[in-house]
């Protein structure tokens, strides 16, 4: 194969920070990337992770901080000095030019020879599984076909690192699905470095060796899916992580790695991620699925159910605590709206944050 990713071993990010007027759109982003690793920003909307890959493609200058690729310093170079393959959301294809074209393009302004530039389009396409489609234009394709030209391109050119700016956004749900797999699967053939930036934590967890958590332009948590998806370190990365109930309460105690927090009249234990001290406010998180009514007489967090879906296989149930919390709970069967209910978790299932987070 000719088509493999050019070497380096790290791309670094030392205190990266970038300024529009006063607004902080990243703030002191520092982060070690190593050769072929499959690295995805996530965060929700206007978190700074699109204003971060911009800054290493070098289509943004940065207003503070610096980016190594090894030894070399490459924030002053421009986007296509570093030589970096991009796949946007939008595909950014050019639509009057052919598949191969369009591939080739990269190489073309390169000026590699007709040749060579010729054999490395066909690998690409081959790699893509677009052969037979190189003569039509980007509108007789599908969007996934479409993409996946985007994604030729950005290969086609060896580069040591490739840039995906939430590159699904625009397809449906199952195609998303498949070219999740797709992107995948190019990444590992290549030996790539690919950084992928996206709001899907399911896209995240299921594409990534490390996933990077950002919030209001600073990293929040680095870490390998499972570890994120069962151990986050703050309250708002379990929350983005899918512990969708957050319910305050008072730390009763605190043993070992456990507390039990009381809410309302119920003590609820949980494992302390962050520092919980008895006395003082903590914040409990736990995933709708863990969350159930129990029978009568147990104890567990009084709500009134608001509703409950059917789903297929359970039914989501959803509550309010009297204080107006919101809960999100699994049952086996429909409740009637007004049903006062208790709910409660497996104490390994609930997560413990104190402090004011
Ligand atoms: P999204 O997924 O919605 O693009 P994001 O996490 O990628 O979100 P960014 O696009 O990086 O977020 O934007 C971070 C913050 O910087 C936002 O508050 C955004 O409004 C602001 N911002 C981004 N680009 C500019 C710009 N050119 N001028 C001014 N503010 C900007």
Redesign the pocket.
Known sequence: MTIHAANFRELRLDRLCRD??S?N??KDVSLTIRQGEFIALL??????????LNLIAGLLPATGGGIWLDEKRIDPLRPEERGFGMVFQSYALFPHMSVRKNIGFGLKMRGMPKAESESRVAEAVALVRLQGQEDKLPGQLSGGQQQRVAIARAIAVQPPLVLMD?PLSNLDAKLRLEMRAEIRRIHNALGATTIY?T?DQEEALSLADRIVV?RD?EIRQVGGPEDLFSRPDHLDVAEFMGFRNKVSGKVASVANDLATVTVGNVGVTGRVRTKAAPGEVAHLSIRPEDLHPVPEGGAGLEAKVVSTEFHGREFVGFARMADDTPLTFLADRRIAPGTDIRLAADKERVLVFGGAA
Request: glycine letters at 24%.
């Open positions: 529009f007027g607004h759109a990243v965060g929700p909307s206007g978190c700074g992770k699109s204003t971060t939430e930036v709001h950002m332009g």
